[in-house]
């Protein structure tokens, strides 16, 4: 059926179909024109003018409640795992009344096994949101509400760290009434920083780690070929000291090594980072100048839709 428009004298008479396009592509024109004269963004271009705090605090909620929802996997399950190891090793190699860095055994490994289970369930937080979704084909909740890369990623770490913390506090608790463990804090400072910059560093590669995955197998191989290497080997079982000097530089070359130790020293107030408390401060400023470095890479990657977009 032909467009009819109506004529100057009122009659409704027929129009080409040639010129109703010519028509509507001279409108759509103009009002792409005056958009564009009236400083309006291109179509489907999205423009963040303020920080959407609403939109913040909506994703971070979600992310919690996916991980509180199940907390009896998320966070008591990890926190009886963590005292099995205390009481493996404590058993193990605690006997005899052996003393570590002038404290008992026990009292010695508490504290990095407690930093190990906050960076191995901020991993596992991290790295299952957005690998999730690709998998599950929900990874549009994540794209196209309006929140900014910025505040994307710091939603996700957020949730991941608060995990971390949790489990942290889960697990203290429960070592708190272990014969032989004494969880004094000396320096508060560095058990907070450290906890969280450990925390923290782990959520940004877990981030990375979902957008790279493209299943879940591949999630598991950088958690069992990495990360899990990573903190086994990261001193909370030993002092680096008893190394060979060759392994002691490897093992100065893994972050998780400056989690541990510094987490360590805000309960005993000694560590093998080095001999004075300005290593352990150097320490902290390393793995704060890591974590922004690492954070500024993973925006970069989220701003290009890596992996994420088509």
Same mark, same amino acid.
Request: proline fraction near 5%; avoid cysteine; aromatic fraction near 12%.
């Given at each position: ?148 890369? $910025?505040?994307?990623?710091? /939603?996700?770490?957020?949730? &991941? !760290?608060?995990?971390? #913390? %949790?489990?942290? @506090? ?103 980072? $080095?001999?004075?408390?300005? /290593?352990?401060?150097?320490? &902290? !400023?390393?793995?704060? #100048? %890591?974590?922004? @470095? ?17």
């Amino acid at each position: 059926m032909a467009n009819q428009f109506p004529s100057p004298t009122g009659d409704t008479k027929p129009l080409d179909q040639s010129k109703a396009g010519e028509l509507a592509f001279t409108g759509t024109s103009a009002a792409y024109a005056y958009g564009h004269l009236a400083g309006f963004p291109p179509p489907g271009q999205p423009i963040f003018r303020s920080f959407n705090r609403v939109g913040l605090w909506t994703l971070y909620m979600k992310e919690v409640r996916r991980f509180f929802k199940v907390q009896t996997q998320t966070i008591w399950a990890p926190a009886v795992t963590t005292l099995l190891y205390l009481m493996i090793f404590t058993l193990a190699l605690g006997g005899g009344g052996r003393v570590v860095l002038g404290v008992p055994f026990a009292s010695f490994v508490a504290p990095g096994l407690i930093a190990m289970g906050m960076i191995n369930n901020a991993f596992a937080n991290s790295s299952f949101g957005l690998l999730g979704g690709k998998i599950q084909g929900t990874i549009i909740d994540y794209l196209m509400p309006p929140v900014s890369e $910025g505040e994307l990623l710091t /939603a996700l770490v957020g949730a &991941a !760290v608060t995990r971390a #913390v %949790l489990v942290g @506090l889960a697990v203290a608790a429960a070592m708190m009434f272990w014969p032989g463990v004494s969880l004094e804090a000396r320096h508060p400072w560095a058990i907070v920083w450290f906890g969280l910059m450990g925390a923290t560093l782990l959520s940004l590669i877990g981030v990375a780690t979902s957008m790279w995955a493209e299943k879940f197998d591949h999630n598991a191989a950088v958690t069992n070929f990495i990360i899990t290497p990573m903190s086994m080997l990261s001193g909370t079982f030993y002092v680096i000291d008893r190394l060979a000097p060759a392994f002691q530089t490897v093992s100065r070359m893994n972050p998780i090594f400056y989690v541990i130790s510094g987490f360590r020293y805000g309960f005993l107030g000694q560590s093998d980072i $080095g001999s004075d408390n300005m /290593a352990v401060l150097h320490g &902290a !400023v390393g793995l704060g #100048v %890591l974590n922004l @470095l690492l954070g500024i890479g993973v925006y970069a990657l989220l701003r290009s839709g890596w992996k994420l977009k088509a």
